[in-house]
């Protein structure tokens, strides 16, 4: 069973920055391709970025030159850095392991930017 569980979520100004962690629990980290997904209210659960076990890198297009994805494979965790946030980023913000046909899912951290 692989866990996940993310932080760094909280409530800021729009413009401001916040940087998201994804912390595993076990040592197979190098081999887990990883990603970021939101959810706001009343809307489909989207995805954000996502960053493969080689480095492959690939974001939404609503984030992308704002949001940046990465990893460290020493420590079992996976980044979200977003800046320049913007209202329409609040969401709750889930980070996802795959390996294989298997998909594992953190509880999900709110972040909420206000205008």
């Known amino acids: 069973q692989v866990q996940l569980v993310e932080s760094g979520g909280g409530l800021v100004q729009a413009g401001g920055s916040l940087r998201l962690s994804c912390a595993v629990s076990?040592?197979?980290?190098?081999?887990?391709?990883m990603g970021w997904y939101r959810q706001a209210p009343g809307k489909q659960r989207e995805l954000v970025a996502t960053?493969?076990?080689?480095?492959?890198?690939h974001y939404a297009d609503s984030v992308r030159g704002r949001f940046t994805i990465s990893r460290d494979n020493a420590k079992n965790t996976a980044y979200l850095q977003m800046n320049s946030l913007k209202p329409e980023d609040t969401a709750v913000y889930y980070c996802?392991?795959?390996?294989?046909?298997?998909?594992?899912w953190g509880q999900g951290t709110q972040v909420t930017v206000s205008s």
């Open positions: 996802k392991a795959t390996l294989g046909r298997y998909d594992y």
């Open positions: 960053i493969t076990r080689g480095g492959q890198l």
């Open positions: 076990r040592m197979i980290f190098s081999i887990l391709d």
